[in-house]
């Protein structure tokens, strides 16, 4: 619940469109998941339906943050001014609190582990990625003292590496029994993950670079948002073409 | 419809956050339980959907309490106040006279009992629900009169003991006739039954404790909101799992 910068006419519209466009990406891929979720084989549809919750859950998220958005500034004199109430940026972790430990969900499910070995790996990801989430929260809301937001963003980074660790050196091991073409599409949704992960990191540090305030809003918002769309629409189509490549392979792909 | 306190920044955005995180949880597990709903057998299948329509009437009810807990606070001077406009909290107890019933249709529909048997257990477990939750209604209201909300509470409390003698001594008797895993997870969606809602009473309790009206407000809200999500996504959960478990076992899962 930090002080409000005034916004210039393009910086306010720069994040307003965004934030309208990945509502309608959301929603887009929202239908597109749940219709695709028949064309692969039975045991490969959960993942598909995980990746639905994801894009749906964001989509009425990205609602909330947009009308609270627009209701935090008013125009006066041709600028955006803070209209006195406050821009509600927590959805956006009450989001990431529910759609994180899905998206994990989604690639362990895609993988059709044995059941001990699928559970295990998952429970110990959710795990770090609730606290991952919640120290990111604490540390969020600190836009002037920086010491504050870096220890913060440190501890939340912590359980960010054991999730990378569990993905590419416990994960790597399953990987290896797959089959080449499902090999790549997994190292590629990987790199992915940790390239759309990668940029919260990125954007959380932003307020630190001696930027100024305004350009540290709209980058924030736009950064996150953007994040969004390729980390929960863009992976999502990847765990839906691994579950085509996979129902191919052992001929589970439904024929009417 | 008692007189609200004034809320710091923190303490509203706490129960305006987790009310949003509700709306999320209830809308996702209604998506969730309409498709699952195909993966059980057909005897099961009405369970899964009483379990989509306890959700789908709860996230309703959310967006109302989330409006209605919006409009009855004005923030001034950097602090909540209350607008004037009244706090309706009865939105709870219109949502549970509803739900509360079906989620024992639930418990009982997925075990797929003799119909005499079942319909006999439902028949008082609903009229034992309907008044356990409109006693509970009329003692809510009182946040003053320690000995009222006390009366109202003890009186609500003795259908709520029926209730857990019928789940316990009752329908342990056909619980013993369920294989090994299906009893298993009957018994911890007991656990889960007695626990999340034991959470209702705790919470009616609060303002008795002596606490500061604020922090009751508080955890009212969150303590309500929370316990709703596991009552009724969590143990909807469970209910699939049952299902999945029990057309497993009697060869009814769907294989298209």
Aim: aromatic content about 12%.
């Amino acid at each position: 619940m930090h002080a409000l910068p005034d916004l210039s006419l393009v910086q306010y519209s720069l994040i307003y469109n965004i934030l309208s466009f990945t509502i309608a990406s959301m929603g887009a891929s929202f239908v597109f998941f749940l219709v695709v979720r028949q064309q692969v084989g039975i045991a490969y549809r959960p993942a598909i339906l995980f990746s639905s919750l994801v894009v749906g859950i964001a989509c009425y998220h990205y609602f909330r943050i947009f009308n609270s958005f627009e209701s935090a500034f008013v125009l006066a004199d041709g600028v955006y001014k803070p209209s006195g109430k406050p821009f509600n940026d927590a959805y956006r972790y009450v989001d990431w609190m529910l759609t994180v430990p899905l998206l994990l969900v989604e690639l362990v499910a895609v993988l059709h582990l044995a059941k001990d070995l699928g559970r295990k790996m998952l429970i110990r990801l959710i795990i770090a990625a609730v606290l991952m989430i919640g120290l990111g929260y604490v540390g969020e809301g600190e836009l002037t003292n920086m010491t504050t937001r870096a220890t913060w963003g440190t501890l939340s980074s912590i359980p960010f590496v054991y999730i990378l660790y569990v993905l590419w050196v416990q994960l790597g091991v399953v990987v290896k029994t797959q089959s080449e073409s499902v090999r790549g599409l997994i190292k590629i949704t990987r790199v992915v993950l940790l390239a759309t992960w990668g940029v919260y990191p990125v954007t959380y540090l932003l307020p630190m670079l001696g930027i100024d305030i305004q350009s540290s809003v709209v980058a924030i918002q736009s950064g996150y948002a953007l994040a969004d769309v390729a980390a929960k629409c863009g992976y999502g189509l990847l765990i839906y073409f691994i579950a085509r490549t996979k129902s191919e392979e052992d001929g589970s792909l439904p024929q009417a």
